[in-house]
C-alpha cells in the first residue's frame, strides 16, 4: 500500500485510473454519462484532530475540521430549522452518473473546502477535458448545497445541461417581516420596476393576485419557450377556469386586449435570477423526476462506506485518502466494465458476484 500511495503522490497514477475507465465505459454504455449528479460526502480523518504535545500539530496536518449545515421548513410551524454537523478530515466531491450508480469523476480536499467552489472548477474541467461526455449530458443534479446562480446558467447556456439543482433558502430577513395573509406562501414582486401584481416564491412558482378581490393564486406554467428561451405563464383566472372580477383589470394594467388565454407573463432566463428560475422549474414533475434520480449518489456514497469500509478506517493524509478513493472507485468502474462487456450488464453495480470469465 505505501508503494500505491507513493505513485499517487508523484505522478497521480491511481486518480488517473478513474478518467481511464471512465472513457472505456461510454463507448461500452451508449447513455453513461447522459444523467449525471454530484455529491460531497464527509470522510473522518484517523487522527482526532488534537495537536501532539510534542509537535504543536495533529497526527493529520493534511486535514482540517469541516461543518455542515442542515437547514429546512418546519411544516408544522413555517420556520425555518437548522442542524450543524462537524468533523476532523476530508471531502470528497463526487460526480457520478445517476442512471447507472456508477462513479464518473472524484477530488478529494480538505474538510473546510466549499463543496460550491470545488463542484464549479471540477465539473467545468470534466466537460472540457470529455467533449463528448458534454454533448452526451442531459441534466445534472445535486443538492441544496450547490445551489449557484452561475452553476446553472452556465450548464443551460453553454451546454444546454438541465440542472434540477434543490434551492437554498435565502430569504432569512422575510421570516421577520409582518405575518402574512393565511395561507399564503412568502412572495415578493417579480420586477420590482414594473408596477404590476405578479409575484413568485424563492422556489420560483409564480402568483397574479387579482386587483379587485386581492385573491392569491398560481399562474400556470405553459412551460420553456426554446425560441424565445423564456418560461410561460399564464392567467389563473383563463387556465383554470376562474371567475375573476379583476381580469379586465389585469389585461388593462399589462396592455393586452382580454383573450381567452388572459394575461399571460414570460420570464426570460438571460435575465432572471437563474438560481430562482432554472430552465426546468422547481416543483414540476420533469424537476421532481430529476432530483430523484439524484439518490444515486447516496446510494454510490453507501457503497464506499459499507462495501469499502470508509466508515472505519485507519487513513491519515491527503495522498493516502486519495488513493484509497480512487481504488474503490476504480473498482467500481471496472467491475461495470466487465459485466457489460461480459454481456450481465444487470451484475454493473454488485460488489459480490465478479464478472463472468468471458469479461
Request: glycine residues 8%.
Amino acid at each position: 500500500m505505501a508503494n500505491v500511495v507513493r505513485l499517487e503522490r508523484r505522478a497521480g497514477m491511481i486518480s488517473d485510473l478513474v478518467p481511464q475507465l471512465r472513457q472505456k465505459l461510454m463507448r461500452a454504455l451508449p447513455d453513461y454519462g447522459a444523467f449525471m449528479g454530484a455529491d460531497g460526502k464527509a470522510i473522518r480523518s484517523h487522527s482526532t484532530g488534537h495537536a501532539l504535545r510534542n509537535k504543536g500539530r495533529t497526527s493529520d496536518p493534511d486535514a482540517d475540521r469541516g461543518v455542515h449545515a442542515h437547514r429546512g421548513v418546519d411544516q408544522r410551524t413555517g420556520k425555518p430549522w437548522e442542524r450543524i454537523a462537524s468533523w476532523f478530515g476530508y471531502k470528497l466531491h463526487l460526480t457520478g452518473d445517476t442512471q447507472h450508480e456508477l462513479p464518473v469523476a472524484f477530488s478529494v480536499e480538505k474538510a473546510s473546502v466549499s463543496e460550491r467552489k470545488v463542484l464549479a472548477r471540477d465539473l467545468a474541467a470534466l466537460l472540457h477535458d470529455e467533449p463528448t461526455l458534454a454533448e452526451r449530458c442531459r441534466e445534472f443534479s445535486a443538492d441544496r448545497g450547490c445551489d449557484q446562480a452561475e452553476l446553472k446558467r452556465w450548464l443551460w447556456d453553454a451546454h444546454r445541461i438541465r440542472p434540477p439543482i434543490d434551492i437554498r433558502m435565502l430569504w432569512r430577513e422575510d421570516w421577520d417581516a409582518p405575518p402574512r395573509r393565511t395561507g399564503e406562501p412568502m412572495l415578493r414582486p417579480l420586477d420590482p420596476s414594473r408596477v404590476d401584481n405578479v409575484l413568485h416564491t424563492e422556489q420560483g412558482r409564480v402568483f397574479r393576485r387579482c386587483p379587485a378581490t386581492e385573491t392569491t393564486r398560481p399562474m400556470a406554467l405553459h412551460g420553456l419557450d426554446a425560441k424565445r428561451n423564456a418560461l410561460k405563464h399564464l392567467c389563473p383566472a383563463a387556465a383554470y377556469g376562474l371567475k375573476c372580477a379583476g381580469r379586465a383589470q389585469c389585461c388593462a394594467n399589462a396592455g393586452t386586449n382580454p383573450s381567452k388565454l388572459g394575461p399571460t407573463r414570460r420570464i426570460h432566463l438571460a435575465k432572471a435570477n437563474r438560481r430562482i428560475f432554472p430552465p426546468t422549474p422547481h416543483g414540476t414533475r420533469a424537476w421532481r423526476e430529476g432530483y430523484a434520480r439524484r439518490s444515486a449518489m447516496e446510494r454510490i456514497n453507501a457503497r464506499l462506506d459499507d462495501g469499502f469500509r470508509f466508515e472505519s478506517h485507519t487513513i491519515r493524509g491527503k495522498h493516502r485518502m486519495t488513493a484509497r478513493v480512487g481504488l474503490a472507485l476504480a473498482v467500481m468502474m471496472a467491475l461495470a466494465l466487465g459485466s457489460v462487456r461480459a454481456g450481465a450488464p444487470q451484475r454493473m453495480r454488485s460488489l459480490v458476484r465478479t464478472p463472468p470469465k468471458a469479461a
